[in-house]
């Protein structure tokens, strides 16, 4: 899966991103740990890649991270952000 490479601009502010989609002008904004999982999506990742990353950057547990990345995935989805 992957951030939208078409009809999406995004840029990263202080550490977070803000993006948007254009054909729908929604506007989309992460935290600092969204902004970690967003670089792996624009090159294309695998769930469980982002999964690792959360666990082995923030040493939570597996299924914390799990619920995490599903929630994020399931927003950038809501917003026409993601390719899968």
Do not use: H, K, Q
């Not at 899966?1 to 991103?17: A, K």
């Not at 967003?38 to 090159?43: F, G, K, S, T």
């Not at 999964?51 to 799990?66: D, M, P």
């Amino acid at each position: 899966m992957r951030i939208r490479s078409s009809g999406v601009t995004w840029r990263e502010v202080d550490g977070e991103i803000v993006a948007l989609n254009l054909e729908s002008s929604s506007y989309f904004a992460t935290n600092a740990t969204g902004a970690r999982l967003w670089a792996p999506l624009v090159a294309g990742c695998e769930r469980a890649d982002l999964i690792e990353l959360l666990v082995a950057t923030y040493g939570i547990a597996t299924s914390t991270a799990a619920s995490d990345v599903d929630r994020f995935l399931g927003s950038l989805r809501s917003n026409g952000l993601l390719d899968d």
